[in-house]
């Protein structure tokens, strides 16, 4: 999509004021722990995306983008932290500006912003997996099934799928959650149905059987078919407004028993048992003030989840960082997921209890109701209290929160007055001294109370089809949607899976050559097995080191971004991701990036100088395609070894008379730059193993090595008969020697420590001709034209040439017998 | 090249489940309507929360 030409940065992290030139090419940022490379990526990052993903998500804590994301001097002053950056979009052949000020991070300043390179940027803003840290690629490796499917899914920018797969369960459990109540309802019907038809089973000829035999008493024509409309009273004459509506007896002393059955239920050991174990899980839910305060609020956060769209706050209208504060709900809702668990299984238990409360409710009003047509009517006032608290006593078990509410009605649900049962008693005594009625009388009797019990129960029935029927519906669109996701994602886990196999196996074709890997997706899980050795497949953090876990990291990455970006991936930023990884294998890192990513722009940071020098070496970046950071302080953020900022500081502390630090920068640039020489000159130095090397240890060897060479090149030329090159490298020899004579830096051969030790005590005067001679001594390891230090080629085997990274310099080394 | 090629060739993995998603329920016997309101809710007005969701698998019928 884009590629980097250069950054600009001021007051940004630790960073006061710099500028990388990347030049469109990879580019690599050395420097020691704490010198601020890691706030190039930073910068990169925000200007690029508005974002800092250090500073942002999970496990951040108090730390955010807008307060510390300015230099620590202007952290109140966020506009004066700003990074701009100049990108190249190669498919519109465009050149694009785009600056960022931490004032307003999601407002970008773009110039040209036509349409086309807006959408772009959107693009690329869509896309902060450009950004990889170490942190963020050992979590795709060592991660569970579950959280890696999440890692992965980000990158590959699967939240969207996510989302609707989550969204989609929700609906089909909710559509299912329903059924429970409704199916109660059924079957409190259905018992209420067969006590007034007196059956044991709802089967349509027993109900036609019993009805006809009713409505025969009636001379009724018999009833021929039961169908959903048809009414077991059909042709019975309707009351008159007159005539009052009597107690039917029979039906009344039945549904009196099943009341005391009912109770007696809700009554029992069993649910005094249920109650108790209940309430013991409630108090644990209540005895953690912050776990109750969370349960009140998921409901808030999921809604606010599902409404946080726009890019600012529909309140106040301040722009937000969309993705920052989705992170932030995220976290919140996670943290409530274990909450949710226990509070489900509480719910599960409760569950039997508001099914026999139901029961007890219906059955006390269906008696309360028959209390009413008594002559006088009767109150039963405690009974019809008692049907009232049963509906508040579900209400409270349904809604669970607040939980202390809850524990008190449970505590009284097994808990029948004495009242009630009096009340009962007082209205059996009633129906049973009421005269019988005639054949005719009970037969209307019966059928009233059975038609009105039968449309009750249709109804009932109707509402749980419906319910079962979405419940069906909505379950099978969200088990499509799983096969469908699942399919297409095992198709693109199959393609990353050959590739991350092919990459990783490429860095490690010394040993693991023929490593094989397995994603397995299944369910919003996926997981990640990695073969060793031939003797099976195991979780890569089994048997494999660290540093195989870290290339195994960067592989997986780079192969999803090439499925994700495909030809577009051709920026992206690895901020030390190969920290574990031993030489050997950052080299074949170097040499893979080259092979199969030769489009794509990388700005790599790293703390170790060697794997810069592989860098240059396998040609992933040229020459000038490096910055090294040698120090850090808050006053001034990075510096770096930058041959022009160092002569010009050296030149300062001259100004101001302080040798001392002088000498001081002096001595460890030269250091830095007498180990890059002696890499490049292939020149032979006694090894350490601690790997500190003075400079009494590296630029000797160096300057004897440079001598060495065109010594060699001399002889070479001779075979060959060239006499102008010949003497060209006597002159070239010639000066060499003058300057390394000037230096008297050879001398240190004879003794390490006593000579730039003694710069310190030197005066201005006396330090200045020294700083010259070794600024000219370095100049005479340089190609004329590009200024680069030369180097031996080929870096291993037989030294062939000298040569520089302009091609203007080019020295053979090879006699022609050789 | 113009924008639409930029993004064709950037891998719309979400698309891609979408349309299989879509595809398989047409298959399944979902209904065109079905289909015709999930493909606007999920690819054209790219809406992925719940009750928008909802609202193209339960449109207009309220849970009982």
Redesign the interface.
Known sequence: ?IRVESITMHEFRGIRDLTLDFKEKSFAICGPNGTGKSGVVDALEFALTGNVSRLSGEGRGDVSLKQHGPHVDRRNDPDKARVTVRVTIP??SKTVDIERSLKNPATAQVVPAD??VL??LR?VEAHPEIVLSRRELIRYVLATPGKRAEEVQAL???D??E??R???Q??AN??ER?LVP?GTAVTLARENLLRALGISELVKEKVLATANAQRMSLSLPALMDLTETTSLKDGMATPGPAQPQRIPKAQTLADIRATREDLAEIGSDDTMKRVVEVSADLNVLIGDPAVAASVKREAFFTTGM?LV?ARACPFCDIPWDLGELKKHIQAKIDHLKEVSRKRRAAETKIAPLITTLRKVQAAINTVVGYAALATPPLALKAAHEYGVQCGSAIERLNALLPLAETIKVLANVPIIPQTILDDIRELEQVVAALPEPTKQDAAREWLVVAQERLEIWRDAMR??K??KD?AL??R??SD??A???D???AG?YADVEKDFASLYGFINRDDEDKFKAQLIPSLGKLGFDVDFYGRGFFPPGAYHSEGHQDGMGLCLYLALMK??????FIFSVLDDVLMSVDAGHRREVCALLKKEFPNTQFIMTTHDPIWLRHMRTEGIIGGRSAVHFRNWSVDLGPTRWDARDVWTEIADDLKDSDVRAAASLLRHYLEYESAELCHRLRAPVEFRGDAQYQLGELLPPAITRMRELYSRAKKAGNSWNQREIIEQLSAREHEFAKLAEASNAEQWQVNVAVHYNFWDNLGKEDFAPVVKAFHDLLGGFTCTDCGEYLRVSPEREVAESIRCECGKTMINLRKKSE | ???S???E???D??A???E??L???RD?G?SAE?VARLRKT?LED?K????A??EA??PE?P??
């Open positions: 999509m498919s519109l349409p086309a959408e772009v693009q590959l920018h699967l969207q799928v989302q609707v989550v969204g989609l929700k609906i909710a559509c329903q409704l599902e769209e509402k749980h419906v319910a979405q519906r909505t099978q669109i499509i949607y096969a469908a996701s399919k297409v994602l693109i499925h994700l970006q495909g030809g577009n | 090249m113009t924008t090629t930029i993004l060739r950037t891998s993995v979400p891609q489940v979408f299989k998603f595809q398989a329920l399944a979902g079905l999920l790219k992925f929360t719940e009750r969701l909802r698998v339960l019928e849970l009982p």
